[in-house]
Structure formats: structure tokens, C-alpha cells
């Protein structure tokens, strides 16, 4: 399958469920599923699924088959123009560690996701890390979506637009002795359970916030 995907920049997926060790799709592609696409990865290196610069994702459910594998997600680190949509990602868990996410996104930009549906991904469904800028998030949903923004470093998330989810917790988390590493993010037209703010240049508009 990776062989296959290697060979072209733009690739249809059929209809069926492919078994992988991992799932790397390559720069400049774009992978278009045709109906109920599945792809489940089983492999023991992490990560599983690592997208790549200037590429495009859409109509993909993705499974990771593999609970317990540390470090397990979808990977997007320093990469550029990546956009993932009406996929499904689901199964990236490590039950013991809790090192293991659906979407982790760290240093890199221009990163689009949108109409997406997370379930069963186990410290958080998206992590933005750090040195990530120009973020679009729209329309997502999940059983428990939950969107982890956690610098770790001085190098400033920035440029962030959430708009038309349903989410049920966002964290906010500020690196105490550098502070305002979150910078210029808006927050619209969403549904959250759970909002955990700990200081960040956030602006929030007709959003419906329980707790």
C-alpha cells in the first residue's frame, strides 16, 4: 500500500479496509477515499501515521489497532500545508503512559483540519505543542473531543482558528515562567463541556461554554 501511494501525487483510495504496519503518505500527494475507506495500522514504530508536507487527506478512517503503543498518533512535525479532511481517526491509546494522541502538531504551519471525527484517542484528540502557527480547526467532532494546546518551550503557538466544533474539553495551558506562548487565537461558534484556561491571548465569540 505504501509502495502504491509512493508512486503518484494524487491516489484513490477504494473502498475496503487496508492493514498496515504504519501509514506514511508522502509529500505533495493528496489521497482521496472513495466510500467507506478504512485503514488500520498495527506497528510497533511510532509513529503510526506520519503526514507530510504540502499533502492532502480526505474521506480516510483511520484506526490504530495497537493500544499500549507509547508515543502512537497521527504525526505532523515540522511540516508546512497540510490539510486533513472528512477523515475519521480513532484507536491512537496508550492506557499506561497516556503518551498518545489522534492529531499531534508541533512546530509546523499552515496545518488545516476540518470536518473530522475523533473517538477512543487518549491524552487528547488534537495537540498543538509548540512553534505552530496559522491552525485552522473546523467542524469537528468526536464521542469526547478533546484539543490539548500545551508549549512547552518559549516558541509561541500563534495564529489559531477553532470555529464550528463540538467539543467537550480545550485545554489552555501556559508554560509558567515563559508565559503568552498562546498568542492571537479565536474560538467561534462552538459547543464545549469543558474549558481549562490558564492565561493565553484568546478571543471567544457566540460560544456556548458549560464548565
Not at 484513490?12 to 487496508?18: D, L, Q, R
Request: some cysteine.
Amino acid at each position: 500500500f505504501n509502495t502504491a501511494i509512493a508512486s503518484c501525487k494524487r491516489l484513490y483510495v477504494n473502498a475496503g479496509t487496508y492493514l498496515l504496519d504504519r501509514f506514511l503518505p508522502e509529500e505533495n500527494q493528496e489521497l482521496i477515499g472513495i466510500g467507506e475507506a478504512i485503514i488500520k495500522v498495527s506497528g510497533t514504530t511510532t509513529p503510526l501515521v506520519e503526514f507530510k508536507s504540502n499533502s492532502k487527506i480526505s474521506n480516510l478512517d483511520i484506526r490504530s489497532l495497537n493500544p499500549g503503543q507509547e508515543w502512537n498518533r497521527c504525526d505532523i512535525t515540522e511540516k508546512s500545508n497540510v490539510t486533513i479532511e472528512n477523515c475519521k481517526i480513532s484507536g491512537f491509546v496508550d492506557p499506561d503512559n497516556r503518551n498518545s494522541w489522534g492529531i499531534y502538531i508541533d512546530k509546523s504551519s499552515n496545518i488545516n483540519i476540518r470536518n473530522c471525527y475523533f473517538d477512543n484517542n487518549t491524552q487528547s484528540d488534537i495537540a498543538i505543542v509548540e512553534n505552530s502557527s496559522n491552525l485552522t480547526i473546523e467542524d469537528c467532532d468526536g464521542t469526547q473531543l478533546h484539543i490539548n494546546f500545551e508549549p512547552n518551550t518559549g516558541d509561541p503557538i500563534n495564529n489559531v482558528s477553532i470555529t464550528g466544533c463540538k467539543i467537550y474539553r480545550i485545554d489552555m495551558q501556559e508554560n509558567d515562567l515563559l508565559k503568552n506562548t498562546i498568542q492571537n487565537m479565536t474560538i467561534k461558534d462552538c459547543t464545549i463541556d469543558i474549558f481549562c484556561y490558564d492565561g493565553a491571548d484568546v478571543t471567544v465569540i457566540d460560544c456556548k461554554i458549560k464548565g
